[in-house]
């Protein structure tokens, strides 16, 4: 270690006088010493200054370039010096020497960049401004036979690509088909798995999605899938996994997926399809999510459904009905849950079992299968009477709604049973449904959801209640009140945060309950006369008719 401290005082010398020879002579020294012990010989190199001196010898034309780019990379490897090279203002020569033309420099420039900012946000951020990621890209497209460069060119990429302001920058370049090209080359696992990994990130972004299906990575996907789904070793189980989910994952963009589903026509489509009743459950999976994908516009969901996607998917749940797979369950329940949005797919979708296939899960104790459960059967009753009564005399049903109503721990599936219980009423206006919610305490939950944070949800409620009031309100009459209900609509009426059709529709509600003679007394306790008659001038002209009409049946009634 004596003769590194010589070699570090002779380097400052020759680092000013620029003689090339002995310059790389001291430059060796400290490689083979960065080699030996590169922790020591890094604090040495920070003791004595030198690191200044190094941005003066980064320049394009010096035969030692690659040598102090390569000590730069070496001592950047530990934390404690990457600060240090900032400070000595290393950052800018290094970056202009990546449009070198000599592929050792840019290969240890690259590695020093790389080192210097690694796990720093606000570094990678910098190099973002200074316009590295088209150089780069540039690089990858000439240097592609370069196997050393290609691999640093795509560890930068990973790295830039998980910072949103990389995007943009990335999506102006031809980095998409750059990638597709040398994916294409790639026969090795691990190397295909480099660049899996600069996919991943850009592919979150829309515009990347379409450059990345323009420049024929579906292609490649699904060949790599028909290649790995017969294997069972471990590297082929990954590559299918990471090759379908990126599948799904551009089908996220609504321009990529309308390009790959060419009116249901499409290759890629028809291949997806062929997924759902393999055997493979990663496949079966990355199928049914993919039609989830596909069904986000009305004119996919009709197309879908009138070709037999339902009973596909149908068939996939009944595989997993008992000890099913979780995460494919989820899927297939997503996929039958947007299927069932257009209202022309409902009756066909009611018609065709789906309801019988989804109730099956009601066993289920996972929330995420839960909550999609809930979300397929409130999708299919919605203006659908005759399904809204049958499934709203299902007691099973209805006593699983209300005990999920209470899932505190899990909003959404709470939220969703709350959304089913009303749309049951509100879709079936059936004195029996209410019955059965009456029986089986659902009123309460009504009621509380009409203090929803959710203008929508409030609303759901009023309504809901609302048809209960008119229906039935003698059965609902004792535990409307023990919900204090006539409390909460004096409260939303008073609130000047309630939107408009939230005081229109408790003003109705109110009119309706007065037909209980305890409910009544309540009104008439709560002073709501006061509330109703300053709403007369509410902006709102709904809400002030309402206000008139309400007042008129108060004072009749007191």
């Not at 998409?176 to 790639?186: H, N, P």
């Not at 986000?296 to 008992?322: A, F, Q, S, Y």
């Not at 959801?449 to 059965?475: C, D, K, P, Y």
Request: proline letters at 2%; hydrophobic letters at 45%.
């Amino acid at each position: 270690m004596d003769n590194l401290s010589d070699t570090l005082k002779k380097l400052k010398i020759t680092a000013v006088d620029r003689t090339e020879d002995s310059l790389e002579g001291c430059l060796d020294c400290l490689l083979q010493a960065l080699a030996q012990n590169n922790m020591e010989t890094s604090e040495k190199i920070q003791g004595s200054g030198i690191l200044q001196l190094f941005a003066g010898l980064l320049i394009p034309q010096s035969s030692c370039t690659a040598k102090v780019a390569n000590i730069i990379a070496e001592v950047a490897k530990n934390e404690f010096m990457r600060t240090p090279c900032v400070d000595a203002g290393l950052i800018s020569p290094l970056v202009q020497l990546l449009n070198s033309k000599d592929q050792e420099v840019l290969l240890q420039t690259g590695r020093a960049l790389g080192n210097i900012c690694y796990d720093s946000h606000s570094l990678q951020a910098q190099l973002i401004n200074m316009g590295v990621i088209p150089t780069l890209v540039k690089l990858l497209g000439i240097h592609c036979q370069n196997a050393a460069l290609t691999e640093m060119c795509l560890v930068a990429f990973g790295n830039l690509a998980e910072l949103e302001s990389s995007k943009e920058q990335f999506a102006s370049t031809n980095i998409a088909e750059e990638l597709v090209k040398l994916f294409k080359k790639q026969i090795e696992h691990d190397k295909r798995e480099m660049i899996f990994e600069v996919l991943a990130p850009l592919a979150e972004n829309d515009a990347i999605k379409l450059q990345l299906v323009e420049a024929g990575l579906v292609e490649c996907l699904l060949e790599i899938v028909q290649q790995k789904v017969e294997s069972d070793k471990e590297d082929d189980v990954a590559e299918l996994k990471t090759a379908s989910d990126l599948m799904v994952l551009l089908l996220l963009g609504d321009e990529s997926m309308q390009k790959l589903f060419e009116g249901g026509k499409g290759n890629v489509f028809q291949r997806v399809l062929s997924w759902i009743p393999s055997n493979n459950h990663q496949l079966q999976l990355a199928g049914a999510l993919a039609i989830a994908n596909f069904a986000r516009n009305d004119g996919n969901c009709i197309h879908m459904v009138d070709n037999g996607i339902v009973e596909k998917l149908m068939d996939l749940l009944d595989r997993h009905v008992e000890d099913g797979n979780v995460t494919v369950q989820h899927a297939a329940l997503s996929a039958l849950r947007n299927l069932a949005i257009p209202v022309v797919n409902k009756a066909k979708m009611l018609s065709a079992g789906v309801t019988e296939a989804v109730l099956k899960f009601l066993r289920s104790e996972m929330p995420p299968v839960q909550f999609k459960l809930l979300g397929t059967l409130r999708m299919l009753i919605d203006a659908q009477a005759e399904a809204a009564e049958q499934l709203g005399k299902n007691v099973k049903l209805v006593e699983r709604l209300v005990e999920w109503c209470e899932a505190k721990d899990h909003a959404g599936v709470m939220g969703e049973s709350n959304r089913l219980l009303s749309a049951l009423i509100r879709h079936s206006k059936s004195k029996d449904v209410i019955k059965t919610i009456v029986q089986s305490g659902g009123i309460k939950h009504l009621v509380t959801m009409a203090t929803s944070e959710h203008v929508i949800m409030q609303n759901e409620a009023l309504v809901a209640l609302a048809v209960i009031a008119a229906l039935e309100l003698g059965t609902a009459e004792k535990d409307l009140e023990s919900a204090k209900l006539v409390e909460i609509l004096h409260r939303l009426l008073q609130d000047e945060r309630s939107a408009p059709e939230i005081k229109y529709n408790s003003m109705v509600l109110i009119c309706a309950l007065m037909g209980s003679e305890s409910l009544h007394k309540e009104v008439q306790d709560l002073s709501f006369l006061d509330v109703v008659s300053k709403l007369r001038s509410h902006e709102n002209k709904s809400v002030a008719q309402q206000a008139s009409l309400t007042e008129q049946r108060l004072t009749v009634e007191s």
